[in-house]
Structures are given as structure tokens and as C-alpha cells.
């Protein structure tokens, strides 16, 4: 499975629903058990996989990410998974003893892009969470940085740069368009006079994902329209661009995604016309999930306390 094929796929959705691996743990209802029963099994805890029935990233994370041999294995051998329909009826207890429908659960842990996986340890205590398809490589890594218990110390970014660091600094000329805002980047929204939303793009040279970001998505007349509605500011993930963050921090481009816990590269973040975080993109995105993420913003539907996937369930149900 080539690097392209991991990133360039069609993400509308599928016509048949997904069947999950025979592996996989049914449903227990009460978390405290699942984990009992996967330490009784010498695990490290459970894998919790928050999909939907007809989502194209979730095929990619089902039919590449754990269909690969190596990750396979891994996966069963450390984890039992659990899978959780984000848009399921059905009762789960938390490891803390609250109960929720399957979609409060999702919600509970800002699922808003499927897959998301959730990994609890040995004690039962939530300890990182993956949002959205990641290529193989990511996800590989994310599974040693939970086995080998490295959130402990550090975090999934650190943990990256150490383990590739002539991979992961690799730095070069980032791609021009006409939309990106010019520097000096002073995002408060009081000293710009924003009415607008704001969305901060970051990239590094020589990215692969970031070439397919822009002449893919980022080259569709309706993904256009959307970021001609908003300030579009681009910065290098580990550049030292100078800028002073919406919430009136003076720091570079490199110490803010730090903060801001990112490590993929494109990583969108949303906000509001006040500078509030509304939503990020921080993993593989095409077309349909793009669009919607700013059609979201831009038409401020946070406000009316809808949470994204609802919103895109009402977008589409009132197309049809």
C-alpha cells in the first residue's frame, strides 16, 4: 500500500456498510469489564473504535491500517478493541461509572471525525485519543507510544520527532496561493477588525499530504467559495514565523502547534470571528470532509449548539 493511496481516496459515502473484523469485541455495555477482561488476558487495556457504518475513513482504517499483518497482530495482542457506532442507541458505562448512549459516548470524547480510536490502560483510565485516519505509519506509531507508555512523559509530537527526526523537521518552500494572508500575523480578532472566521493552515516543505491538500480539496470551486469567506493564514509547522495567537499570545508558528498539540501536516484550525477554537482538521482530509468543516464554521451552526456530525446528518438529509 503506496503512501498516495493512504491519502488520495474518494470520501464520499459508501454505498455498502462496513463489516467490522471478526476480532473485534462485541459491545460489552460496561467498560469496567471489557478492561478486566482484557488484563485478565495479559493486555495493556482496550481500544476503543468510534466509526460509522458508511464512512470512507473509516474503510481506509479498517481495510489498511489494521488489515496490515504487523499492526494486526500488534493490536490483538495489547488490546482488546471495542467498536462504538457514534450514531448507536445502545447503553455503555464508562469506566467512571457514568452511563451514556453510545452517541452521548461519542460525543463525551469530541468523536466528531471518524475513526477515532481511544485507548484505555490496564486501570481503566482513558490515556490518548487518535481523531481521524491517520496513514500507517501514525497509527503504527501511536500504538508503540501507548504500549510503551510514553504518554506518561511526553507527548504523541515529542514521541514523533524523536523516533524521525530527519523525516519530521524536514523543512522546505511551502505552496503559494492567492487566499493565504501576508504576514506580520497578529491574529487577534480586535486588532484585525475580524467579522470573519479564521482558519490557520499548517504545512511543511516537502509534504506530500500538503501537495495533495492543495490540488486536491484546496482546488475545488465549493472548498473556494468557503475559504473566500474566511482570513486564511499559513504557517510552517516548525517554522519560527513570528505571530501573536487569537487568544493574544506572542510566540512563533513552531511553539504554537506545539501548544496546540499538533504533529500531522496539513493541520486546519478553525475559529470563530472572536478567536475562539470552533473545530480542527488535524488528519487526513478530502473533499466532502473539508467542506463540511468550513461550511460548519462558516455558517457559525456552533453557535446553535449543534455539534458537526449532526450538523453534516441535517446538511444531508435536507440535500436528499
Known amino acids: 500500500m503506496t503512501e498516495s493511496s493512504q491519502l488520495d481516496f474518494d470520501d464520499t459515502l459508501l454505498e455498502e456498510p462496513l463489516e467490522h473484523p471478526a476480532w473485534f469485541e462485541i459491545n460489552p455495555g460496561d467498560l469496567d469489564e471489557a478492561v478486566a477482561e482484557a488484563r485478565a488476558a495479559g493486555k495493556r487495556g482496550i481500544m476503543v473504535y468510534f466509526g460509522q457504518a458508511r464512512c470512507a475513513y473509516c474503510e481506509k482504517f479498517l481495510h ?5 499483518p504487523e499492526v494486526e497482530h500488534y493490536v490483538r495482542r495489547y488490546f482488546d ?8 442507541i445502545d447503553e455503555i458505562v464508562d469506566t467512571d461509572g457514568r452511563v451514556y448512549s453510545e452517541r452521548e459516548y461519542a460525543l463525551r470524547y469530541d468523536a466528531n471525525f471518524t475513526p477515532t480510536v481511544l485507548f484505555y490502560d490496564r486501570n481503566g483510565k482513558p490515556v490518548y485519543r487518535l481523531r481521524g485516519y491517520y496513514p500507517l505509519y501514525q ?8 504500549v510503551e507508555g510514553f504518554y506518561r512523559v511526553e507527548s504523541f509530537r515529542d514521541y514523533l520527532a524523536r523516533a524521525e527526526p530527519g523525516l519530521f523537521f524536514t523543512d522546505g518552500e511551502l505552496i503559494e496561493r492567492e487566499f493565504f494572508n501576508p504576514p506580520p500575523h497578529d ?7 475580524r467579522v470573519r472566521p479564521l482558519a490557520v493552515i499548517f504545512e511543511r ?3 506530500h499530504a500538503c501537495e495533495l491538500l492543495h490540488t486536491g480539496p484546496l ?7 468557503e475559504i473566500g469567506q474566511m482570513d486564511v493564514v499559513q504557517l510552517g509547522l516548525f517554522a519560527d514565523t513570528p505571530i501573536v495567537t487569537p487568544s493574544g499570545h506572542a510566540t512563533t508558528a513552531r511553539d504554537w502547534a506545539r501548544d496546540l498539540g499538533l504533529f500531522y501536516t496539513p493541520s486546519i484550525v478553525l475559529f470563530s470571528p472572536a478567536g475562539r477554537e470552533v473545530l480542527r482538521v488535524d488528519s487526513v ?3 466532502y470532509r473539508l467542506w463540511g468543516a468550513l461550511d460548519y464554521v462558516n455558517k457559525r451552526a456552533y453557535e ?17
Open 64 to 68: 489498511v491500517n489494521l488489515a496490515d
Open 81 to 88: 478493541v471495542v467498536p462504538v457506532d457514534i450514531w448507536g
Open 139 to 146: 497509527f503504527h506509531a501511536a500504538l508503540h507510544y501507548v
Open 187 to 193: 491574529l487577534r480578532a480586535s486588532t484585525r477588525g
Open 205 to 207: 516543505g516537502d509534504c
Open 219 to 225: 482546488s475545488r470551486a465549493e472548498v473556494l467559495h
Open 285 to 287: 482530509v478530502q473533499f
Open 304 to 320: 446553535l449548539g449543534i455539534d458537526y456530525q449532526a450538523w453534516r446528518l441535517q446538511q444531508r438529509e435536507t440535500a436528499d
